[in-house]
């Protein structure tokens, strides 16, 4: 396969040379304003991505972590309380909590789906617990209805972690407006991304909404009136504008991600040596990332190189084991389930501007692999 082209793992630039007109007409329009932070554009992709996801209410913030967090802050979440949160997720989560103050609790996840697994939930819920933020990891929605069962009956709040999971569905309704509030990123590499950091939160909490939208600006409504400690965490014009061309084509986007991810699942079905993501219903998932299990991922990802298909790790390390959480009441083998997803999974490339040849050549190279059992 040496004559071949690389496969690459995800191809930013493609969304903006597709839509290069609308992001250049978003761009002049943003200039020629003279507004460049919290303006029309952040009002309209407000209301057009709360429409999207079914909610009341969207805030547009400067990033996923900073609307997790201000979520958590703005239900007086802080020091003494305790929050659960999945043993297997990206950081970020984890770190809203401990940012305001507040214990991280972490649940393991059902290694079948990689998401937090309910049945354990109630095991960590004491007198402290004030809320639960569940992570559509990957893209799938997280099982919600034991979720918010617990939730009602232990009165906690429920936070959606949907950085990775914008438009997936569950049971009829959209990440985004099926707890509290959620926390949305669009990091550029995020299935809506912008160019440069951006987040929001989306709620039906219209006291809630309130506060963040206080929060986000130095705690104030009206200018130089400050009614609490607030942080800046505002969103600008120009990576609104820009959402706002590519929230249009987000669900055709997806579209073309589901399709990408049944091929693969057609091509793994039953492969002794790659353990393909699990999925019950077509539209649960978005597939901000596909990925495998497999014994020696070393070997796996040597192989794939060798057929020129890139990989990426989603993640290496296990929080509870990161430098940064160093000091906590963890050791190696506190979540095995989540260490042993850290220990095997690799994502395959997978994006809405693959091409027919790109795809065929990761189904080639994944049936080409001939590793031990998994
Ligand atoms: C990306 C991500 C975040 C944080 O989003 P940023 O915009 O990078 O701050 C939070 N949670 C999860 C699961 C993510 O993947």
Redesign the pocket.
Known sequence: MADSKVVPFLDVKATYLELQRSIDDAYRRVMDSGYYILGPEVEKFETEFANSCGATSCLGI???????HLILKAYGIGPGDEVIVPSN?????WL?VSFCGATVVPVEPDIETYNIDPKLIEKAITSKTRAIIP???YGLVADMDPILKIAKAHNLIVIE????AHLAMYKGRIAGNLGHAA?????P??NLGAFG???CVTTSDIKLSKRIAQLRNYGSDVKYHHLVQGTNARLDELQAAFLRAKLELLPSWTEKRRNIASTYMRAIDGHAAIKAPKIEDRASHVW?LFVVRVRDRKKFQAHMTSHGVSTLV?YPIAPHLQEAYEGGPWKQGSFPISEMIHHQVVSLPLGPHMTESQIAQVVQACKAYNGEKI
């Not at 997720?89 to 989560?93: D, K, L, P, R, S």
């Not at 972690?161 to 990775?164: E, P, R, W």
């Not at 926390?183 to 990091?187: D, N, R």
């Open positions: 400067s990033n996923g972590l900073d609307a997790l997720t990206f950081i970020a989560t809203a992570v559509h990891l972690d949907s950085a990775q926390g949305f990123s669009f990091y590499g995020k950091d951006a987040g901000h989603h």
